[in-house]
């Protein structure tokens, strides 16, 4: 393969210190999540939402990552990676951080809203007249929907969906057949709104608001007619999520996903959380009933589910108390009034976003739709959502005679049903959809268009570290790259005809493609730099990306920092590297960026002497990404895009003293100080000042 250099064959070096806890990085970089709810200079209502994301994050990180920890403990005799004292220690480091999170929604964040006239009024708090309008609410809108179940022989512990709200209820008197049966479970619908307003007749000049599980628990002795409630508690249950299907052993991979979802609701249980206030003896008994140890129990002073609450900012409407709305600029480098295809003639064309408005994806989108000289789009999807303008630009493209050909990722973790909907409406309308590699998870993000332009056919392709999903292009930092460069779209049409066919892959002129060659050709650059560095030349690697898990590649980067490579990395989540180690990390520095927006983008910067290379891609150096999934990486070229991208996505961000944090060798991040008597910003407001955004805050 013409771009494929083959490293030497090297173990990692006996000195190179231990590797941090992948599972403990990650737990650290919720905690930098939550310095956000935590900071003032953050409005009140962003504060909230970003407490809400890391309750978010944790539900995640317990769905697919404690199992194996538990089941370890649970075994007590495991020998393996997962053990009962990494058990203990998981369980400890995730109940400091939860418990650091209701300190912060207690004691913070609920008595400045109530400083903001807007309160979450409890039962005991409500006057006559609102305990009245409760009361009216129940029995209108939550009663009908409640249907409580008493445990006996007949009636066993009813399935409990992952991740629902319900009751458990210790009764006291008989039932109606003179039983003693006192356990009795209320399961809580999902379509009930978790947080309600009450009307302004009732609330004054206030905004009140009142939780859904406050309106069930005030009337809870409504639904046990003859009987009394002795104790009670909310209650959620959070299951092992990761969908588990065998493709080799499948004849139908979409409907054997489409199955896995209905179970995916009731697997394994991992977590517990109850009710601060939540007796011993109910405690225990759900503990039993879901086979769980006292260390995945969670007794939380609140809503069991914080990531509910992001229903509050909807309900509250108080826009002084959000970010000042941000829409990136319309990319710079298109020209609305021409053609894109006469454009990408002259060179390609950078989108930085969400800085630059993903508008100009779906208007290259938009423009081989509406051309009738395109016969053909290529495409894949990892992640679009539920609703997308893409998918109905792609639906448009069939109805107007193209050959459509899109490559859908049914396995892209909590998509899988969206991504199956959209598949199977593509086909109904005559798309040609493909599912990838079997084994394999498609997560490079390529388009690629076929044009007539005289007696021959051009291609024109479209890059992206990002998903093709316009939500989440506005909040997450990408960059895209459009082209007409005849290598690269000819190596995009190779890899699109080899998903297709499953046969050998030619020979790829710029592409770095996973799981042949991507990780292989990062550790020989590695290793190129390294020697010309113990050579004596001045070398630099600076990579960007979401996670750095990837052993052989932690290496690869330990042995070039230790040959005199200076490495900076900046790691917005999981790093298992210890850095500024003497004498064994001390060239590596790593940095981890949390802003206003999710840092997406990857980069990957190699620099020898005079020589540089720059390569964006869609992976992260993880081992999935390496080895269980297909992904891209492509060279930057253009020598004023090259600078650009140092500028904006590598150089700003290792001055950033606002929004970054530094690791130390022993796993701790520290939170950059600014320079003293100098006002700073951080990277992504000095990217939103750069484009002409005009809110400097933040």
């Given at each position: 393969m013409s771009n494929l250099v083959e490293p030497s064959k090297s173990t990692p070096h006996p000195v190179l210190p231990d590797l941090l806890d992948r599972d403990h990085s990650i737990l650290a970089f919720n905690a930098r999540v939550l310095n956000w709810a935590e900071r003032e200079d953050v409005p009140l209502l962003e504060r909230l939402r970003y407490l809400c994301i890391v309750s978010s994050n944790l539900d995640e990180f317990v769905e697919v990552r404690a199992e194996p920890h538990l089941i370890a403990n649970?075994?007590?005799?495991?020998?393996?990676?997962?053990?009962?004292?990494?058990?203990?220690?998981?369980?400890?480091?995730?109940?400091?951080?939860?418990d650091k999170q209701y300190t912060l929604y207690n004691e913070q964040l609920l008595p400045a809203l109530e400083k903001e006239h807007i309160k979450i009024i409890s039962h005991g708090e409500r006057n006559v007249a609102q305990r009245a309008w409760v009361r009216q609410y129940f029995n209108?809108?939550?009663?009908?929907?409640?249907?409580?179940?008493?445990?006996?022989?007949?009636?066993?512990?009813?399935?409990?969906?992952?991740?629902?709200?319900?009751?458990?209820?210790?009764?006291?008197?008989?039932?109606?057949?003179?039983?003693?049966?006192?356990?009795?479970?209320?399961?809580?619908?999902?379509?009930?709104?978790?947080?309600?307003?009450?009307?302004?007749?009732?609330?004054?000049?206030?905004?009140?608001?009142?939780?859904?599980?406050?309106?069930?628990?005030?009337?809870?002795?409504?639904?046990?007619?003859?009987?009394?409630?002795?104790?009670?508690?909310?209650?959620?249950?959070?299951?092992?999520?990761?969908?588990?299907?065998?493709?080799?052993?499948?004849?139908?991979?979409?409907?054997?996903?489409?199955?896995?979802?209905?179970?995916?609701?009731?697997?394994q249980a991992v977590r517990l959380e109850v009710s601060a206030g939540c007796s011993d003896f109910l405690a225990e008994m759900l503990l039993q009933q879901f086979e769980l140890p006292q260390k995945a129990l969670y007794r939380v002073p609140g809503p069991v589910n914080l990531v509910r609450l992001t229903q509050m900012i909807d309900l509250v409407d108080r826009p002084d108390l959000c970010f000042t709305p941000y829409r990136g600029t319309y990319p710079r480098q298109i020209d609305s009034g021409q053609s894109i295809f006469e454009q990408l003639k002259r060179g390609d064309i950078l989108i930085h976003q969400p800085f630059e408005s993903f508008d100009g994806v779906l208007d290259f989108l938009r423009a081989a739709v509406q051309d009738p000289q395109v016969l053909a789009i290529k495409q894949t999807i990892y992640r679009t959502g539920p609703d997308s303008e893409l998918?109905?630009?792609?639906?448009?493209?069939?109805?107007?005679?193209?050959?459509?050909?899109?490559?859908?990722?049914?396995?892209?973790?909590?998509?899988?049903?969206?991504?199956?909907?959209?598949?199977?409406?593509?086909e109904s309308i005559g798309a040609q959809v493909l599912y990838g590699v079997v084994g394999l998870k498609t997560h490079a993000k390529m388009m690629l268009i076929t044009r007539r332009e005289g007696r021959w056919l051009k291609l024109y392709g479209h890059l992206s570290t990002g998903n093709y999903n316009p939500r989440t292009a506005k909040l997450y930092t990408d960059i895209s790259q459009i082209t007409a460069d005849a290598a690269l779209t000819s190596d995009m049409e190779q890899v699109f005809v080899h998903l297709?066919?499953?046969?050998?892959?030619?020979?790829?002129?710029?592409?770095w493609l996973a799981p042949f060659y991507l990780q292989r050709n990062l550790l020989a650059k590695l290793e190129?730099?390294?020697?010309?560095?113990?050579?004596?030349?001045?070398?630099?690697?600076?990579?960007?990306?979401?996670?750095?898990?990837?052993?052989?590649?932690?290496?690869?980067?330990?042995?070039?920092?230790?040959?005199?490579?200076?490495?900076?990395?900046?790691?917005?989540?999981?790093?298992?590297?210890?850095?500024?180690?003497?004498?064994?990390?001390?060239n590596i520095r790593v940095r981890s960026v949390i802003g206003?927006?999710?840092?997406?983008?990857?980069?990957?910067?190699?620099?020898?002497?005079?020589?540089?290379?720059?390569?964006?891609?869609?992976?992260?150096?993880?081992?999935?990404?390496?080895?269980?999934?297909?992904?891209?990486?492509?060279?930057?070229?253009?020598?004023?895009?090259?600078?650009?991208?140092?500028?904006?996505?590598?150089?700003?961000?290792?001055?950033?003293?606002?929004?970054?944090?530094?690791?130390?060798?022993?796993?701790?991040?520290?939170?950059?100080?600014?320079?003293?008597?100098?006002?700073s910003r951080g990277a992504q407001a000095s990217l939103m000042l750069l484009y002409g955004h005009n809110n400097q805050a933040h």
């Amino acid at each position: 393969m013409s771009n494929l250099v083959e490293p030497s064959k090297s173990t990692p070096h006996p000195v190179l210190p231990d590797l941090l806890d992948r599972d403990h990085s990650i737990l650290a970089f919720n905690a930098r999540v939550l310095n956000w709810a935590e900071r003032e200079d953050v409005p009140l209502l962003e504060r909230l939402r970003y407490l809400c994301i890391v309750s978010s994050n944790l539900d995640e990180f317990v769905e697919v990552r404690a199992e194996p920890h538990l089941i370890a403990n649970l075994a007590r005799d495991s020998k393996g990676a997962y053990t009962v004292k990494s058990f203990d220690r998981l369980a400890a480091a995730l109940h400091a951080l939860v418990d650091k999170q209701y300190t912060l929604y207690n004691e913070q964040l609920l008595p400045a809203l109530e400083k903001e006239h807007i309160k979450i009024i409890s039962h005991g708090e409500r006057n006559v007249a609102q305990r009245a309008w409760v009361r009216q609410y129940f029995n209108r809108e939550v009663k009908p929907l409640l249907i409580p179940v008493g445990l006996d022989p007949s009636h066993p512990f009813p399935q409990v969906a992952n991740k629902s709200l319900n009751f458990i209820v210790r009764l006291g008197g008989k039932d109606a057949f003179g039983r003693s049966n006192e356990i009795a479970i209320v399961k809580v619908p999902r379509v009930l709104p978790r947080m309600i307003r009450m009307p302004a007749k009732e609330s004054g000049a206030k905004v009140l608001l009142v939780s859904l599980s406050s309106v069930i628990r005030a009337h809870l002795a409504d639904l046990f007619a003859g009987r009394t409630v002795e104790q009670f508690s909310q209650f959620r249950v959070t299951r092992h999520s990761d969908l588990a299907v065998d493709e080799e052993d499948v004849k139908n991979l979409r409907t054997a996903l489409r199955q896995g979802l209905v179970h995916r609701h009731y697997g394994q249980a991992v977590r517990l959380e109850v009710s601060a206030g939540c007796s011993d003896f109910l405690a225990e008994m759900l503990l039993q009933q879901f086979e769980l140890p006292q260390k995945a129990l969670y007794r939380v002073p609140g809503p069991v589910n914080l990531v509910r609450l992001t229903q509050m900012i909807d309900l509250v409407d108080r826009p002084d108390l959000c970010f000042t709305p941000y829409r990136g600029t319309y990319p710079r480098q298109i020209d609305s009034g021409q053609s894109i295809f006469e454009q990408l003639k002259r060179g390609d064309i950078l989108i930085h976003q969400p800085f630059e408005s993903f508008d100009g994806v779906l208007d290259f989108l938009r423009a081989a739709v509406q051309d009738p000289q395109v016969l053909a789009i290529k495409q894949t999807i990892y992640r679009t959502g539920p609703d997308s303008e893409l998918m109905d630009l792609l639906r448009e493209a069939v109805r107007r005679g193209k050959e459509v050909t899109v490559v859908v990722e049914l396995k892209a973790r909590f998509d899988e049903e969206a991504n199956i909907n959209w598949a199977e409406m593509l086909e109904s309308i005559g798309a040609q959809v493909l599912y990838g590699v079997v084994g394999l998870k498609t997560h490079a993000k390529m388009m690629l268009i076929t044009r007539r332009e005289g007696r021959w056919l051009k291609l024109y392709g479209h890059l992206s570290t990002g998903n093709y999903n316009p939500r989440t292009a506005k909040l997450y930092t990408d960059i895209s790259q459009i082209t007409a460069d005849a290598a690269l779209t000819s190596d995009m049409e190779q890899v699109f005809v080899h998903l297709a066919s499953q046969s050998k892959l030619p020979p790829l002129k710029k592409l770095w493609l996973a799981p042949f060659y991507l990780q292989r050709n990062l550790l020989a650059k590695l290793e190129t730099l390294g020697r010309a560095a113990a050579a004596g030349q001045v070398c630099r690697v600076i990579v960007k990306m979401n996670a750095l898990t990837d052993e052989e590649l932690v290496y690869g980067l330990m042995r070039a920092g230790a040959q005199g490579v200076q490495i900076d990395l900046i790691v917005r989540g999981a790093c298992i590297l210890p850095p500024q180690l003497p004498g064994q990390t001390e060239n590596i520095r790593v940095r981890s960026v949390i802003g206003r927006f999710l840092e997406h983008s990857r980069v990957f910067y190699f620099q020898q002497g005079e020589q540089e290379a720059m390569y964006l891609s869609s992976a992260d150096w993880m081992n999935r990404n390496m080895v269980r999934r297909v992904e891209l990486a492509w060279p930057v070229t253009d020598a004023l895009h090259r600078k650009r991208i140092l500028d904006e996505c590598l150089l700003v961000y290792l001055q950033d003293q606002v929004d970054a944090w530094e690791l130390g060798a022993d796993g701790v991040y520290v939170r950059v100080k600014p320079m003293p008597r100098k006002k700073s910003r951080g990277a992504q407001a000095s990217l939103m000042l750069l484009y002409g955004h005009n809110n400097q805050a933040h």
